[in-house]
Nanobody
């Protein structure tokens, strides 16, 4: 059974930074692509960032490009999301997801496993 556990969320002010972490267990993490998604109240879950299994390919939603960075440490079975210059519109529950196919992807149905999410709240 795959488990994904996110951490690092919290309440910050606009312009601040946060780093989210997602620890994976239960399957070979190093051969899986990983993604971050978010869901604000009353909205659909949306893509944020994704990274390939050897971290040679990553891409971002336009709304976060240049502010967020996805990275991974296969030795620690962990993927990260560094979020800088946070805005109130970044407020959401952030989810990490694992895709057994090692290629990055930006749609929810491409992912096989999901974490429980971590709340990020950005005040103005």
């Amino acid at each position: 059974q795959v488990q994904l556990v996110e951490s690092g969320g919290g309440l910050v002010q606009a312009g601040d930074s946060l780093r989210l972490s997602c620890a994976a267990s239960g399957r070979p993490f190093s051969s899986s692509a990983m993604g971050w998604f978010r869901q604000a109240p009353g909205k659909e879950r949306e893509f944020v960032a994704t990274i390939s299994w050897i971290a040679d390919i990553s891409y971002y939603a336009g709304s976060v490009k240049g502010r967020f960075t996805i990275s991974r440490d296969n030795a620690k079975n962990t993927v990260y999301l560094q979020m800088n210059s946070l805005k109130p519109e970044d407020t959401a529950v952030y989810y990490c997801a694992l895709r057994g196919n090692g290629l990055p992807a930006s749609t929810t149905y491409d992912y096989d496993y999901w974490g429980q999410g971590t709340q990020v709240t950005v005040s103005s």
